[in-house]
């Protein structure tokens, strides 16, 4: 089974300071990478995604690199605002070789994140 | 338009009871994927449904079961519930686009076994 290693499994982070969370993953050539954030009460909400044949992608504060070397990706939540204060899991859809997935998510363990005023 | 709608979303069963959640899709998605949520194991797939037809399963024994319907609309099933059942069941809708699923999640159910 394909596993991802969350880490770490909690952040303490000053506002405005940038928070970092790493995932790492087994070696596959079809994955699709969504990143979930999660409020007490609530569902995961799609935080932001990338897909191998991508090093990078940015979408406001929210950033994921990532280092197919490695076997690792990170995201990277600059300028950290209270209101992130949440739980935050990276995942990997398993997609084949004719790109279907078969909307089956495998989350990491998740990290939660703590911004202080 | 509207989200992803777990029915109901609390409940409170006893040891050897059977429980049946409800799960409603964003309207045009046709496939559906159940998750358990626990302090413990975190975030597990439970299956995915597509157009009436369970096309992937995860590692849960039989107890679980689900199915959806042409409205695709989608039920879990849990039969002689155990404490360790006791999680928050998500529910998650896609529209597969070819090479990556956008799953949208429901707000879940809490289940708690007696």
């Known amino acids: 089974q394909q596993q991802v290693k969350q880490s770490p499994q909690s952040l303490i982070v000053q506002k405005g300071g940038i928070s970092i969370i790493n995932c790492a993953y087994e070696n596959t050539a079809f994955d699709y990478f969504p990143w979930y954030q999660q409020f007490p009460g609530k569902g995961p909400a799609l935080l932001i995604a990338i897909r191998p044949d991508v090093s990078e992608k940015k979408e406001g504060r929210f950033t994921i690199s990532f280092n197919k070397s490695a076997k690792q990706f990170s995201l990277h939540i600059m300028d950290s605002q209270p209101g992130d204060s949440a739980t935050y899991f990276c995942?990997?859809?398993?997609?084949?070789?004719?790109?279907?997935?078969?909307?089956?998510?495998?989350f990491g363990q998740g990290t939660i994140l703590t911004v202080h005023p | 338009k509207a989200g992803v709608t777990q029915t109901p979303r609390y409940l409170i069963k006893t040891r050897g009871q059977q429980v049946t959640l409800s799960c409603s899709p964003i309207s045009g998605h046709r496939s559906v994927s159940w998750y358990q949520q626990t302090p413990g194991q975190g975030l597990q797939f439970l299956f995915e449904y597509f157009s009436e037809t369970q096309r992937n399963k995860g590692n849960f024994p039989g107890r679980f079961s689900g199915r959806q319907f042409s409205n695709s609309r989608s039920e879990m099933n849990v039969s002689t519930l155990e404490l360790g059942d006791s999680a928050l069941y998500l529910c998650?809708?896609?529209?597969?686009?070819?090479?990556?699923?956008?799953?949208?999640f429901g707000p879940g159910t809490r289940l708690t076994v007696l």
């Open positions: 998650a809708s896609s529209l597969p686009q070819g090479n990556a699923d956008t799953q949208y």
């Open positions: 995942a990997r859809s398993l997609i084949n070789a004719g790109g279907t997935s078969y909307g089956k998510l495998t």
